[in-house]
Structures are given as C-alpha cells and as structure tokens.
C-alpha cells in the first residue's frame, strides 16, 4: 500500500537508533561554571589515560551498530566506553557506577565532560542495552586500546604478548562444612557474649548443648546421614 514503510531486513538491523550526535562542549550555561582545566589535577591518572585514548577509533568501530537514518540519536560512545573502563577498573555494578560517577569529578573528565554534572547521563539500563548491541566481540577493542597505550608508553613490550601465561590456580574460600551449623553455633556464642556485655541474665546459654549439636552434625555429614542433621 502507497505511504507504508516496509522494514528490509537491512532497516531492521538498524532500528535500534541513530548515530550518536557529537557532544558539543562549549554551550552558553558552560560559560558561567567553571571548567575541569581550571579545578582538577591535570596529572591525575585518569586525566592523563582520558588524553592517552584514542576516542575516534570508537567511533569508526562501533559505526555500523547505529542507523544513520532511523531512531532517536543514541548516547555518546565516548561517554558510553568511558563509563566501562571505569566500571571494570573500580569493579563497580552499573548502578553503582552511575552513583559514584554524578561523585567524580574525575570520573566526568575521562568520559568527556568538561564541567561537573549533578545529574547521570543515562539510565543504568542504557549500559546493558549497549552491550548487547555491540557484541562481545567488538568489545575487544576497549582492550585492544588500552593493550595498545600499554606498549607506546613501555609498560611491556610485543615480546611479552607473544605468549599468555594463565594461572588457574584455585582459590579457597571462606567457608567451612557444614556451613548451616557453625553459623548458628557462631550465632549463639555471639548473642551469649553481647547479653553478657549488658547484663542480661540467660536462664540457660546452650553453648555447651549447641557445641554439642555441632561436632554431631559434622559426624553426620561426614557419614553422608544427611536425615540425621
């Protein structure tokens, strides 16, 4: 029918959004607040990573995730990669890390801003959508980059990249079986001591009874009597 658009599959890769629109930095309210350049430690790590990055190289990598013509202009990638190198580097959820990142002056710096927000730039959600619509695979190059910058400034060098040594080595963990137990054992000496602390007279402690109880269940387990516990 005449004035139906009918999606090809070539539109449906698109539909996701637009191309994001290059953030401007200079806008008649930035002339009134002061500016990163003047309030932050230029030689701070992060500033001097923010400069050391190639940004550009996003843009051209991720280009063909956005439609150039359909759906509303999404979020700028500067800001979008900048924010995951921060989430990986500071071991921050997505919620967390929008937190932290309205905090960080910083933070905002390395991501573009050029003067404090007192807002977050998108929704946590926004980080998940992006992720799974770039694809693990084109998200190698936030490591490719930062591989990259590692061997300009010398940090290593192409030999030692020849080969990767991983160590799967097992790491224990804090925790002892029977797990359910030793907790509430642990439980009943903690609560006994703090009554002590306050003067509070128990009619009966069951510490004994419950240490008791513990050394059983650990026999039980061990025998694999799991009805008896």
Not at 92 to 106: A, F, G, I, K, T
Not at 121 to 146: D, F, I, Y
Not at 159 to 181: F, G, M, R
Request: glycine share 4%; aromatic share 8%; charged share 25%.
């Amino acid at each position: 029918m005449q004035g139906i658009l009918v999606p090809t599959p070539k539109t449906l890769q698109f539909e996701s959004g637009m191309k994001p629109k290059q953030r401007s930095q200079v806008s008649q309210l930035n002339l009134f607040q002061s500016h990163f350049d003047q309030l932050l430690n230029l030689n701070h790590p992060l500033c001097l990573l923010a400069r050391k990055i190639d940004w550009h190289r996003f843009d051209l990598a991720f280009a063909d995730c956005y439609s150039p013509e359909m759906g509303a202009p999404g979020k700028d990638i500067r800001l979008l990669v900048g924010l995951h190198y921060l989430k990986h580097t500071f071991n921050e959820s997505d919620e967390s890390l929008l937190d932290r990142w309205v905090e960080n002056p910083y933070w905002q710096y390395f991501c573009g801003f050029s003067t404090m927000q007192h807002q977050v730039p998108l929704h946590a959600t926004s980080l998940v959508k992006w992720r799974q619509r770039v694809g693990a695979e084109k998200l190698l190059a936030l490591l490719t980059e930062t591989v990259a910058i590692a061997v300009k400034d010398k940090q290593i060098s192409k030999k030692e990249l020849a080969q990767v040594n991983v160590d799967t080595t097992v790491q224990e963990k804090n925790i002892t079986h029977p797990t359910d137990s030793k907790l509430y054992l642990k439980a009943i000496n903690k609560l006994t001591t703090a009554a002590k602390n306050r003067g509070i007279k128990l009619r009966q402690t069951y510490t004994r009874v419950a240490k008791a109880a513990a050394c059983m269940v650990g026999r039980y387990a061990h025998a694999k009597q799991f009805r008896r516990m």
